[in-house]
């Protein structure tokens, strides 16, 4: 439980950069505001918006963690603004937009195209034989592949684990941790009928599982606590399994 800090003045140093606006050339800007009780990061950038400067723009929707729209760099780590507490936090916050994606405008960033290419590239939906019927029974599954299906399906795809992949920061091909942990999730659902070679095409190269060079960030900043490494076990395993056959 995050602690309350009393009587703390926030120093705040905000990355600004409008793309849209040609006059606009990326700076750093400081603001300062008095901590308040239990204050998240969300609290404090809409105190910034009303009292300092209404044109700063950055993303919230649910306040919550699951919508995944407000990731962005706190004091250098990619993290969920509305569950961050400053009283967490030292006295200095720097906050930059999360790299990798389109930046939107200061920290607003559009993670949706990265995730919508990243979709289509793998295909990131179960592929049937049959069309889908409404009056059909539902398909049965075991336990434990519904539970590790479960698992992968968390992601509230935020963007978080991609920023702080060292290889998705210089690759825009490779599938990223959060790629990565869709093609599992598809690949473990026995309602796909896409088989070993076709999994393994999609997975076994650079820009699969065997692109991670292992730092392992993602899984120390998932804010949902995905279990990636898991995930690249699994799918390493798939792809020497096959390719031993
Ligand atoms: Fe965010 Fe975790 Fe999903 Fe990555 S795997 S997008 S960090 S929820
Ligand atoms: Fe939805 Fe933070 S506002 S995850």
Redesign the pocket.
């Known amino acids: 439980m995050s602690g309350n800090n009393a009587n703390r003045r926030l120093k705040f140093e905000i990355f600004r950069y409008n793309p849209q606006d040609p006059d606009s050339t990326p700076h750093m800007q400081n603001f300062e505001i008095d901590e308040l009780p239990y204050m998240s990061l969300f609290m404090a950038l809409n105190e910034i918006r009303e009292k300092h400067d209404p044109s700063l723009q950055f993303d919230f929707a649910c306040r919550s963690a699951i919508c995944?729209s407000c990731?962005m760099m706190v004091n250098g780590k990619?993290s969920?603004g509305c569950r961050t507490q400053t009283s967490d936090l030292p006295e200095l916050i720097r906050l930059h937009p999360l790299p990798v994606f389109k930046l939107v405008g200061d920290l607003s960033v559009d993670?949706g195209i990265w995730?919508r290419e990243m979709a289509e590239k793998s295909e990131a939906w179960i592929h049937a034989k049959e069309a889908f019927d409404p009056a059909a029974q539902e398909d049965r599954m075991d336990d434990e592949t519904a539970q590790k299906i479960y698992d992968s399906d968390?992601?509230?795809?935020?963007?978080?684990?991609?920023a702080?992949c060292g290889v998705a920061n210089v690759s825009g091909e490779f599938a990223?941790?959060?790629g990565l942990?869709r093609m599992a999730r598809f690949s473990m659902d026995p309602r796909d009928t896409r088989d070993d070679a076709d999994w393994f095409e999609l997975i076994s190269n650079e820009h699969g599982v065997f692109g991670c060079i292992g730092m392992m960030a993602?899984h120390d900043?998932?804010?949902?606590?995905?279990p990636?490494l898991e995930v690249y076990a699994y799918l390493r395993r798939k792809a020497l399994t096959t390719a031993l056959k």
């Open positions: 995944g990731g990619p969920l993670t995730f968390r992601c509230i795809e935020c963007g978080c684990c991609v702080s990223g941790p959060a942990n993602c900043i998932c804010p949902k606590e995905l990636l």
